[in-house]
């Protein structure tokens, strides 16, 4: 199946810095790539769509300044937290939409958990 | 707007038990409908889906059928192991505008098997 790789696997980093996830379909062209948030023991809460070379579409209450998603190709999409504090604390995922909109697949990536001392 | 709902967890089971998590849904026109599996620490995996009305979506002995008249997807196995621990996510996907962009899902249920 379609893989979708996501780097760096686990972050840790102080208060006040930015961190950057990368988020790259390894065996196909995406067009669409989505960030989501996931606290512990919850479900995915979608932050933002990314289009492949236009500006991210935000999700209501999603800071665009502080999470600046930059999807540069049609295989990689770059989150980046930025002035990261520990309530940015989480487990972020990506995934890349593969084939038609009938068929709407997402694969996801492994996931990135970022700590912020 | 379209949600789904499943069932809280966590589920316990022993090792051969037959297993059920349920998951309604509510949307418009009609939607994809997925079940993903998310091990500990790590991103979900697609386990099965199913894009029309009674089609049956199957996968290491996982099946769902998408049931258009209870808006249901109920997720079956008939013998569950160990290694099927994990989180399992039931989501649905629109199909009408920017909806069938984006996935809507299910709180997640928990299944935990023991030996």
């Known amino acids: 199946g379609a893989v979708v790789s996501q780097h760096p696997s686990w972050v840790i980093c102080k208060s006040g810095t930015s961190v950057k996830i990368e988020c790259r379909s390894l065996?196909?062209?995406?067009?669409?790539m989505f960030w989501y948030r996931q606290f512990p023991k919850q479900s995915l809460m979608l932050m933002a769509t990314?289009?492949?070379?236009?500006?991210?579409?935000?999700e209501q209450g999603v800071e665009k300044d502080k999470f600046l998603i930059n999807h540069a190709s049609l295989t990689l999409s770059t989150l980046t937290v930025t002035s990261a504090h520990p309530e940015d604390s989480s487990f972020y995922i990506c995934?890349?939409?593969?084939?038609?909109?009938?068929?709407?697949?997402?694969?996801f990536g492994a996931g990135t958990r970022l700590s912020v001392l | 707007g379209d949600s789904v709902t499943q069932m809280e967890g966590p589920v316990t089971l022993s090792e051969e038990a037959f297993l059920t998590i349920n998951c309604t849904y509510t949307?418009?026109?009609?939607?994809?409908l997925f079940w993903y599996v998310q091990y500990p620490g790590e991103g979900l995996q697609l386990l099965l889906k199913?894009?029309?009305?009674?089609d049956k979506g199957s996968n290491k002995g996982f099946e769902a059928t998408y049931r258009k008249e209870t808006t249901s997807f109920h997720l079956e196995k008939g013998s569950v192991q160990v290694s099927d621990s994990a989180v399992y996510f039931c989501?649905?996907?629109?199909?009408?505008?920017?909806?069938?962009?984006?996935?809507?899902f299910g709180g997640g249920t928990r299944l935990m098997v023991k030996p």
């Open positions: 995934s890349a939409k593969l084939g038609t909109l009938a068929k709407n697949i997402q694969y």
């Open positions: 990314s289009n492949e070379g236009s500006k991210a579409t935000y």
């Open positions: 989501a649905l996907s629109g199909i009408s505008g920017n909806a069938g962009n984006m996935l809507t």
């Open positions: 949307a418009t026109g009609y939607p994809s």
């Open positions: 065996d196909f062209q995406a067009t669409t």
């Open positions: 199913a894009t029309k009305a009674d």
